[in-house]
């Protein structure tokens, strides 16, 4: 018979029967999951066990779970309990794309004398009881029968605690699920209220880890449930099974006369076993909120955290966000709205919160965060800028958000933001919020396309339900020109039921850089369904115009775009649709209507990326006296934003220095723009997902050398935006490099490649509108030519 026991490694053994990991014969901490995978892999030594195996074998082929994580979690428990490098395995081998393989040998040890199991024979026998053992796939189960009832002896017992192995800890990799109170108290204002603040208590913790909102809503979909469905004890336990959390939290809200009592009971998912209950008495409805902020303090210690952190991170909940218990109802409606509708659903209950808290830092935070993604710039920086003066009401982790969100929204500055996101990650090692700012906010204006990838799957580890860590990392991959990788992470959002205004935009524009015709038809029909992306989707089919020269087209196109913002009382917007515009004229040579565009945008708004539009526009249009004035303004505005010190002021300054006749000072100028060249310039709204404004200190640098009479150099910089098609995207500086490239060989004496080049811009131009000044400049030159 062979034995349970099997070694392998210097010192290491796996206990089959036990059920038991051990090194030098002592016991190594392995939960169920990680356990059950290494046994698989040990039955199955020397073969390729696919993902699709483990997920059948190890969680059940019907159960759903979020693979990408589960598996890569298990495996990284394992490797960690036998001190395994993936880089270099001894035990378990990564095959890519595939699964793994367990690479060591392993030899058959003896049965230990003094097993568990034969313990367990023993004083099962003397207890009446017969032990019948059935072997079920790689594993031995003991299936206990009682041949009479009586009382089990102390060994029995031992040995069935020992079989469940439960722990009253949980460890600082594990997640837990939050679900809604239960009210009985007949008092709506309960309802969804105590459970964000508990959210808010607990993420205090740099130990805990939260299912956020969002991954909670996309399992809801998954579970053919709406998104808004109530987290009930049952529905919280699934939602914990499938996200293969540890343990899921049941709070509960009663009145006893005048007063109310909350319960807050904790259990392990998989087995149900209570890790902790807690119970509070609130003497008023006023005092709720501090109950609650005890319970959630008595919790922390209970399950594992140390005493250091507890005390060093446990703002009581009123001073962590708000006293006022309908203010914190509608704050929590907001972040809901925000992961089931988009950002623009969440800004009236945010607003709302404000109202009746105007001291509810986090209200404004958020609330800054949602005009950012939606780009109304303005707003952001106000309400960015109140949470920033209010943020001592905050706990730690919060006012990190703060911080962040002041370098990013008001004071622009990139490096700061950079060294917060490192001090968060510090403080709290598994927040995911740092790694999705560094990925889609500061990585991506810096030029840093590699780093804003790694960002982003990071953040995608970490919670796997973050919608916009897919938008982040399909940009960084769409930068690098990885099309195929940047379709695949949308189609994964898509299959997680992620459904944002974003992913619709960003379909259409892989599409567009494929030439999928019908694939942007349909993901634009797509779009227009979904509410928030009907204006983002009409102006990027203007750029899209735009850039092949359908310029009347591409006009009604940003128009309706323009008034669609208006009807929404997005006025940042609706200008940077009108600067946009006023810039595409100006490129193309109407100078007159670029000049009216510019004046109509600055009207609307002068935020900083409005002005930089409008500046750009007057300045290729010959206005140097006004662009010059807006560009003194920007810089003056703005001393500490790194897009505008380094990127959008020596632009400009470089435009006008061309306009007099300087191309050696304009190329001077944009040498301060090299290390972040191929930076986003715009953050949130289509821009961002269109590439306008990117490469556009190469392309000025290209016109300074071609007025310079330095071909070559000219050359080398129109080909740049050619070679990035994933960073510039649909902006029209895309298709005319192809025909400044043209001039630049010309001016060169390479009559063959200027004529190339010239024949790649007529042919993507070849249904343009005939009147466009810029075409038939180039017609005549292409003439010239032959």
């Given at each position: 018979?062979?034995?349970?026991?099997?070694?392998?490694?210097?010192?290491?053994?796996?206990?089959?029967?036990?059920?038991?990991?051990?090194?030098?014969g002592?016991?190594?901490?392995?939960?169920?999951?990680?356990?059950?995978?290494?046994?698989?892999?040990?039955?199955?030594?020397?073969?390729l066990?696919?993902?699709?195996?483990?997920?059948?074998?190890?969680?059940?082929?019907?159960?759903?779970?979020?693979?990408?994580?589960?598996?890569?979690?298990?495996?990284?428990?394992?490797?960690?309990?036998?001190?395994?490098?993936?880089?270099?395995?001894?035990?378990?081998?990564?095959?890519?794309?595939?699964?793994?393989?367990?690479?060591?040998?392993?030899?058959?040890?003896?049965?230990?004398?003094?097993g568990?199991?034969?313990?367990?024979?023993?004083?099962?026998?003397?207890?009446?009881?017969t032990?019948e053992?059935?072997?079920?796939?790689?594993?031995?189960?003991?299936?206990?029968?009682?041949?009479?009832?009586?009382?089990?002896?102390?060994?029995?017992?031992?040995?069935?605690?020992?079989?469940?192995?439960?722990?009253?800890?949980?460890?600082?990799?594990?997640?837990?699920?939050?679900?809604d109170?239960?009210?009985?108290?007949?008092?709506?204002?309960?309802?969804?209220?105590?459970?964000?603040?508990?959210?808010?208590?607990?993420?205090?913790?740099?130990?805990?880890?939260?299912?956020?909102?969002?991954?909670?809503?996309?399992?809801?979909?998954?579970?053919?449930?709406?998104?808004?469905?109530?987290?009930?004890?049952?529905?919280?336990?699934?939602?914990?099974?499938?996200?293969?959390?540890?343990?899921?939290?049941?709070?509960?809200?009663?009145?006893?006369?005048?007063?109310?009592?909350?319960?807050?009971?904790?259990?392990?998912?998989?087995?149900?076993?209570?890790?902790?209950?807690?119970?509070?008495?609130?003497?008023?409805?006023?005092?709720?909120?501090?109950?609650?902020?005890?319970?959630?303090?008595?919790?922390?210690?209970?399950?594992?955290?140390?005493?250091?952190?507890?005390?060093?991170?446990?703002?009581?909940?009123?001073?962590?966000?708000?006293?006022?218990?309908?203010?914190?109802?509608?704050?929590?409606?907001?972040?809901r709205?925000?992961?089931?509708t988009?950002?623009?659903?969440?800004?009236?209950?945010?607003?709302r919160?404000?109202?009746?808290?105007?001291?509810?830092?986090?209200?404004?935070?958020?609330?800054?965060r949602?005009?950012?993604?939606?780009?109304e710039?303005?707003?952001?920086?106000?309400?960015?800028?109140?949470?920033?003066?209010?943020r001592d009401?905050?706990?730690?982790?919060?006012?990190?958000?703060?911080s962040?969100?002041?370098?990013?929204?008001?004071?622009?500055?990139?490096?700061?933001?950079?060294?917060?996101?490192?001090?968060?990650?510090?403080?709290?090692?598994?927040?995911?919020?740092?790694?999705?700012?560094?990925?889609?906010?500061?990585?991506?204006?810096?030029?840093?396309?590699?780093?804003?990838?790694?960002?982003?799957?990071?953040?995608?580890?970490?919670?796997?339900?973050?919608?916009?860590?897919?938008?982040?990392l399909?940009?960084?991959?769409?930068?690098?020109?990885?099309?195929?990788?940047?379709?695949?992470?949308?189609?994964?959002?898509?299959?997680?039921?992620?459904?944002?205004?974003?992913?619709?935009?960003?379909?259409?524009?892989?599409?567009?850089?494929?030439?999928?015709?019908?694939?942007?038809?349909?993901?634009?029909?797509?779009?227009?369904?979904?509410?928030?992306?009907?204006?983002?989707?009409?102006?990027?089919?203007?750029f899209?115009?735009?850039?092949?020269?359908?310029?009347?087209?591409?006009?009604?196109?940003?128009?309706?775009?323009?008034?669609?913002?208006?009807?929404?009382?997005?006025r940042?917007?609706?200008?940077?649709?009108?600067?946009?515009?006023?810039?595409?004229?100006?490129?193309?040579?109407?100078?007159?209507?670029?000049?009216?565009?510019?004046?109509?945008?600055?009207?609307?708004?002068?935020?900083?990326?409005?002005?930089?539009?409008?500046?750009?526009?007057?300045?290729?249009?010959?206005?140097?006296?006004?662009?010059?004035?807006?560009?003194?303004?920007?810089?003056?505005?703005?001393?500490?934003?790194?897009?505008?010190?380094?990127?959008?002021?020596?632009?400009?300054?470089?435009?006008?220095?061309?306009?007099?006749?300087?191309?050696?000072?304009?190329?001077?100028?944009?040498?301060?723009?090299?290390?972040?060249?191929?930076?986003?310039?715009?953050v949130?709204?289509?821009e961002?997902?269109?590439?306008?404004?990117?490469?556009y200190?190469?392309?000025?640098?290209?016109?300074?050398?071609?007025?310079?009479?330095?071909?070559?150099?000219?050359?080398?910089?129109?080909?740049?935006?050619?070679?990035?098609?994933?960073?510039?995207?649909?902006?029209?500086?895309?298709?005319?490099?192809?025909?400044?490239?043209?001039?630049?060989?010309?001016?060169?004496?390479?009559?063959?490649?200027?004529?190339?080049?010239?024949?790649?811009?007529?042919?993507?131009?070849?249904?343009?509108?005939?009147?466009?000044?810029?075409?038939?400049?180039?017609q005549?030159?292409?003439?010239?030519?032959?």
């Amino acid at each position: 018979m062979s034995s349970d026991v099997l070694k392998f490694g210097n010192d290491l053994e796996l206990d089959r029967g036990a059920y038991e990991l051990r090194r030098s014969g002592r016991p190594l901490k392995l939960e169920r999951i990680p356990m059950e995978l290494l046994l698989l892999l040990v039955e199955r030594k020397g073969q390729l066990v696919t993902r699709e195996e483990i997920i059948e074998r190890v969680w059940g082929k019907d159960l759903f779970f979020d693979t990408d994580n589960s598996i890569n979690a298990a495996v990284r428990k394992i490797r960690q309990a036998l001190k395994d490098d993936p880089e270099k395995p001894r035990f378990v081998q990564t095959v890519t794309g595939k699964g793994y393989r367990f690479v060591a040998p392993t030899v058959e040890g003896p049965v230990p004398t003094e097993g568990i199991s034969q313990t367990f024979n023993r004083n099962a026998g003397s207890a009446g009881l017969t032990v019948e053992t059935k072997t079920t796939g790689p594993r031995d189960w003991r299936v206990i029968s009682l041949a009479a009832v009586g009382v089990l002896g102390l060994s029995v017992v031992g040995f069935i605690f020992l079989q469940s192995r439960r722990t009253s800890k949980l460890t600082e990799k594990d997640t837990i699920v939050l679900g809604d109170f239960t009210n009985t108290t007949g008092d709506p204002v309960f309802d969804g209220t105590l459970r964000q603040g508990l959210a808010v208590q607990l993420e205090q913790s740099p130990f805990l880890s939260i299912i956020s909102e969002e991954r909670i809503q996309q399992v809801l979909r998954l579970m053919g449930k709406p998104a808004d469905a109530r987290l009930t004890p049952e529905i919280a336990r699934e939602i914990c099974e499938r996200t293969a959390s540890a343990a899921v939290l049941d709070g509960s809200i009663a009145s006893l006369g005048s007063q109310y009592v909350l319960g807050l009971r904790a259990e392990e998912c998989r087995t149900g076993d209570v890790l902790d209950e807690e119970q509070a008495q609130a003497a008023r409805k006023e005092d709720v909120l501090n109950a609650l902020s005890q319970i959630a303090t008595k919790f922390r210690r209970r399950v594992g955290e140390s005493l250091t952190t507890v005390k060093k991170y446990d703002t009581p909940l009123e001073e962590a966000s708000t006293p006022s218990l309908e203010a914190l109802k509608a704050y929590s409606a907001g972040w809901r709205a925000s992961f089931s509708t988009g950002s623009a659903a969440a800004v009236p209950f945010l607003k709302r919160a404000i109202e009746i808290d105007p001291n509810f830092a986090s209200a404004y935070a958020a609330l800054g965060r949602m005009y950012g993604d939606i780009g109304e710039s303005v707003l952001s920086a106000v309400n960015t800028s109140k949470a920033y003066e209010l943020r001592d009401r905050a706990s730690d982790q919060e006012k990190f958000f703060i911080s962040l969100s002041y370098d990013l929204q008001v004071t622009g500055n990139l490096e700061k933001g950079q060294q917060t996101c490192a001090l968060w990650v510090q403080a709290y090692p598994r927040a995911w919020v740092p790694h999705g700012l560094l990925s889609g906010d500061i990585y991506p204006a810096m030029g840093k396309r590699k780093e804003s990838v790694e960002e982003a799957k990071i953040a995608l580890d970490i919670d796997p339900g973050f919608s916009i860590g897919y938008i982040n990392l399909a940009m960084g991959y769409m930068a690098l020109e990885r099309l195929d990788e940047a379709e695949d992470t949308l189609q994964r959002a898509f299959e997680r039921k992620l459904e944002i205004p974003d992913f619709f935009v960003l379909r259409y524009v892989i599409a567009f850089l494929k030439g999928d015709k019908v694939g942007m038809e349909r993901a634009a029909a797509l779009a227009r369904e979904r509410r928030g992306a009907n204006d983002w989707v009409s102006n990027s089919e203007g750029f899209v115009l735009a850039y092949s020269g359908h310029l009347e087209a591409a006009r009604k196109k940003s128009q309706l775009a323009a008034d669609l913002a208006r009807k929404t009382e997005r006025r940042d917007t609706e200008a940077l649709y009108e600067a946009d515009a006023a810039v595409r004229e100006a490129l193309f040579g109407n100078v007159p209507t670029a000049r009216q565009r510019a004046v109509d945008a600055l009207e609307l708004s002068k935020s900083r990326d409005v002005v930089y539009g409008v500046g750009f526009a007057l300045a290729l249009s010959g206005d140097s006296s006004r662009s010059e004035a807006l560009t003194e303004d920007l810089s003056r505005r703005f001393p500490e934003d790194t897009r505008v010190q380094f990127t959008y002021a020596p632009t400009l300054r470089a435009l006008l220095a061309l306009n007099r006749s300087q191309p050696s000072k304009a190329v001077e100028l944009l040498q301060t723009t090299i290390p972040y060249e191929g930076g986003s310039p715009t953050v949130g709204g289509s821009e961002y997902l269109l590439g306008a404004g990117n490469l556009y200190p190469a392309y000025v640098r290209g016109l300074a050398y071609l007025a310079a009479h330095q071909g070559a150099e000219a050359a080398g910089e129109f080909q740049k935006i050619i070679d990035h098609r994933g960073i510039v995207i649909s902006d029209p500086v895309g298709a005319l490099a192809h025909l400044q490239l043209g001039r630049a060989y010309a001016l060169s004496g390479d009559k063959t490649k200027a004529k190339s080049a010239y024949r790649n811009f007529l042919t993507l131009w070849k249904d343009a509108d005939p009147d466009i000044p810029i075409l038939q400049q180039a017609q005549a030159e292409y003439a010239n030519l032959n």
